[in-house]
């Protein structure tokens, strides 16, 4: 077990999981839905910052921030405040049948803010499946066609719209067949792994060209495409991070045939990559934007922004009761204003920071077969050997199981990557203190 007396570091006071938190999972598996995928039994009580207390009172570094949910942090005081304030006003009124000024308000900062010029539309949802199942019913029908393209990996939701553009896991689309049609996957920029067998230096972006060069030629007419989904940087799927040709071409093929562009920023929005959108580090300008998790730290939230050309949809053709619920909108508020005014380039600067030292892993740790990420949305590859990139899913395991043991709560992404998403408040001792954990489960899962 460790122990520490410092607050803002992990403290392991009795076996994992402890007596409440074994019983409260034992209470869960008996009614809650089988479906819920739970890595290890951590059972929540509190949280502050990065660090989160479990029931036994043990405590843990938050590496996940609720699955890149609470940018700001566990119970931020000026979130809390904000939660406080507004909960003492209304609770709800549901903005798509009345007016409420703060629902105006986080509209037009979001119009702002997202990457490309012009005015912009907002519709606010409830989750990241929400705004990606409204970016694919806009771009139908402002488009007038009725077929998507989305990638290989990618997580977009699991609704049936969102999963029909999912292709990250088969559990996540077995047995749920037929899904929304029309939907077609290519592969995405994974250059670790690429599918055309290139490298960086040969690669003549394959990954996009394939649409001109085979699907618009024999099975997928370019002018029966309303979108392509892409997220910025792959998230399910490993945390993959493209290179800035993937975007430059991908973007031109869309122009030449009028196919929207719409981003998936519902993990690689609001700060992570150390700017508010992953798509600027790319000079992409997406036709749609789908925001959530990060959004309202915490609070349920998600908003679909697009030109304001494209959302002209008429009244009753898409809505929500609790979409733009009054309490989560001033969360989004605060959470906007934290990340301008320190927690960007909080992620940015620490972000780089951790790289700068898991950049060396590879040469360091054998099984370590890549290291990618922006910001703090980082990932690293376990591989069974370096020169064959055979994966190495159990040893993923094992690390994410030791990292849990030690008081670092982190999760896998794709079939044997590893993922780090903290909170953006995370510091420079709790970032080193992570690195240093990980590089002793890696050291140890290695040795069997």
């Known amino acids: 077990m460790s122990s520490t007396t410092r607050t803002d570091l992990p403290q392991i006071l009795t076996a994992l999981p402890g007596p409440r938190a074994r019983a409260i999972v034992e209470r869960d598996h008996a009614v809650m839905s089988p479906s819920y995928t739970r890595s290890y039994p951590f059972v929540i009580e509190r ?15 938050d590496m996940n921030a609720g699955i890149a949910v609470v940018a700001t942090g566990h119970c931020h005081p000026r979130v809390v405040e904000a939660i406080r304030r507004q909960a003492e006003k209304f609770l709800h009124m549901s903005g798509t049948d009345f007016y409420y000024e703060n629902m105006v308000a986080l509209g037009e900062k979001l119009a702002a803010l997202v990457p490309g010029g012009g005015p912009r539309r907002v519709f606010l949802g409830n989750s ?31 609704t049936m719209g969102a999963l029909s553009l999912t292709a990250s896991k ?74 800035q040709k993937f975007f430059d071409e991908l973007q031109a093929v869309c122009r030449r045939h009028g196919i929207l562009l719409v981003a998936d920023e519902v993990q690689s929005g609001m700060g992570r990559t150390g700017r508010m959108f992953a798509s600027e580090h790319f000079g992409l300008e997406p036709d749609i ?43 989004a508020l605060a959470t906007i204003e934290l990340l301008e005014q320190e927690l960007i ?35 690293f590859e376990l ?30 992404a794709g079939p044997n990557s590893i993922r ?29």
């Open 170 to 243: 088969s559990a996540q689309r077995e047995g749920f067949a037929p899904l929304f049609p029309g939907s077609c996957h290519i592969p995405y920029a994974y250059c670790y792994r690429c599918a055309y067998n290139r490298t960086p230096d040969t690669c003549n972006v394959e990954c996009v060209k394939v649409l001109e060069q085979e699907l618009f030629r024999t099975i997928l007419p370019p002018s029966e495409v309303a979108a392509v989904f892409v997220e910025p940087v792959q998230g399910e799927g490993g945390y993959v991070v493209p290179p």
């Open 289 to 331: 934007i789908a925001i959530a998790k990060g959004i309202a730290s915490g609070l349920p939230l998600g908003a679909t922004v697009a030109r304001a050309e494209l959302m002209t949809w008429k009244p009753g053709a898409h809505a929500s009761t609790f979409g733009g619920n009054p309490v989560a909108v001033e969360a």
């Open 47 to 61: 949280g502050e910052g990065a660090i989160v207390t479990d029931v036994d009172g043990n405590r843990f570094l």
């Open 420 to 448: 780090l998403a903290p909170p953006l408040v995370l510091t420079a001792d709790q970032a080193d203190f992570a690195v240093e954990t990980l590089e002793a489960c890696i050291e140890e899962a290695s040795r069997g």
């Open 345 to 379: 380039d909080n992620a940015a600067r620490t972000g780089a920071r951790m790289l700068e030292r898991m950049r060396e892993w590879p040469s360091r740790f054998r099984h370590v077969g890549d290291v990618r990420g922006l910001g703090l949305m980082i990932g």
């Open 128 to 158: 990241g499946a929400e705004a990606v199942e409204c970016a694919l019913k806009l771009a139908r029908y402002a488009a007038r066609r009725d077929k998507s393209i989305a990638f290989l990996g990618a997580f977009h939701g699991r």
């Open 383 to 412: 591989v069974k050997d370096q020169a064959t990139k055979e994966r190495a899913p159990e040893l993923r395991d094992r690390i994410v199981d030791l990292a849990f043991e030690k008081g670092i709560l982190i999760l896998g």
